[in-house]
């Protein structure tokens, strides 16, 4: 037994414990209870009368260094380990970021606008603030116009009469006054009417505009433009049919409507059991808003439409509320992308 005492002192002596771990298990193996020392307890039981006194000693020293290696190895593994800084692997594939998704009026908005550029349409701005001419005077409202009453407006309280654009069309203005002509752009952007917010209205929305001014525009090409557009949108199987309407810039003007890709035409909830839903304004510019942009009426015609995008959104994706759009919700937002659904 004593051999065995010192052979085990001697193991203990030249150890090497590179870890807290590795440390526990030592412990476990030494002074746990079925370990190495509570067995040799035991069989000190065993050991002769005269040996007694050199085995306890022994065996004592043996439990001593082992604690002691516990006691001073505890303390420096501990503060090793926490010093050791993580390396990553610096050649490992960059991790996934999470992306954030478009907002469906932007999604809606941009196949829209990618169907047009591919019918050989430009894109135009304009600004949101603009004056009386661009958004009424031009296009035919005249001051006591009662068509002006159709589109409750936010006015700014500066002498100039300054106003949000309350359609797209005030970029109609904006481009044809710049006389470079033929002219084929959609306007896509923001704008304002002073309505009460419900499901069905509010007081910000986007539209695209579009115009098309050359010698030979005849309603035909209208006609034949927005057929395409819808085709894309809607699906290869979709109709359209065209109603009389009043614009006081457009003369012909005209209301389109699509035949519901919802049912098919049968009549359901979304088109009020009528297989048709309402989706654009359109028309012939009105001959007096080309001399007011400063066009030859003689010489050039136009065609005009505007289109509502939330209304194509909401059709697109059977959202009944337009709050849903302005209110920022990610729950709501995270849903969109396009193919889905419909
Ligand atoms: N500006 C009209 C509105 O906001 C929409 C519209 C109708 C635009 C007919 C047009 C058009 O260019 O030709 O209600």
């Known amino acids: 037994m004593k051999s065995r005492i010192e052979a085990l002192l001697q193991e203990i002596a030249t150890l090497e414990i590179p870890t807290p771990d590795a440390l526990e298990q030592f412990r476990i193996q030494y002074l746990g ?5 509570a067995a040799l307890f035991v069989d000190f039981k065993e050991v002769p009368g005269p040996e007694k006194k050199e085995t306890g000693l022994l065996l004592n020293q043996l439990k001593q260094a082992a604690e002691q290696k516990i ?3 505890r303390e420096v593994l501990e503060a090793q380990q926490a010093q050791q800084v993580e390396i990553p692997d610096l050649s490992r594939p960059a991790g996934g970021h999470e992306a954030g998704s478009r907002h469906p009026v932007s999604l809606v908005m941009n196949q829209m606008i990618g169907i047009f550029q591919r019918l050989g349409f430009n894109l135009s701005d304009g600004p949101e603030i603009v004056d009386d001419w661009h958004n009424f005077g031009a296009l035919n409202f005249d001051e006591d116009h009662p068509a002006r009453d159709m589109q409750d407006t936010f006015f700014l309280s500066n002498p100039e009469g300054w106003l949000l654009r309350t359609h797209t069309s005030s970029v109609q203005v904006q481009e044809m006054m710049k006389g470079q002509l033929p002219l084929r752009a ?6 304002y009417r002073n309505e009460t917010i419900s499901a069905r209205a509010h007081c910000q929305f986007h539209q695209i505009e579009g115009l098309y001014i050359a010698e030979d525009a005849s309603f035909a090409d209208l006609k034949q433009t927005l057929y395409s557009f819808v085709r894309e ?3 290869p199987d979709s109709k359209v049919r065209f109603r009389p309407s009043y614009f006081p810039f457009t ?3 005209a209301e389109m409507d699509v035949s519901c890709f919802i049912c098919g035409g049968e009549g359901c909830a979304v088109c009020k059991q009528t297989g048709w839903v309402e989706i654009l304004g359109c028309g012939m510019v009105d001959p ?4 007011n942009c400063g066009i030859d009426p003689e010489k050039y015609q136009g ?30 937002l995270k849903q969109f992308h396009l193919g889905l659904g419909l």
Do not use: C, H, T, W
Not at 186 to 191: A, D, N, Q, T
Not at 323 to 330: G, H, K, Q, S
């Open 233 to 235: 949108m809607f699906g």
């Open 303 to 332: 065609y005009a439409f505007g289109i509502g995008v939330e209304r194509m959104a909401m059709l697109k994706y059977g959202i009944r509320d337009l709050r849903l759009f302005f209110e920022n919700d990610a729950r709501f």
């Open 186 to 191: 959609i306007m896509p952007g923001r704008v």
């Open 33 to 37: 209870k079925k370990g190495i020392l």
């Open 288 to 291: 007096q808003v080309l001399i």
């Open 251 to 253: 003369e012909i003007s």
């Open 71 to 73: 006691e001073s190895l």
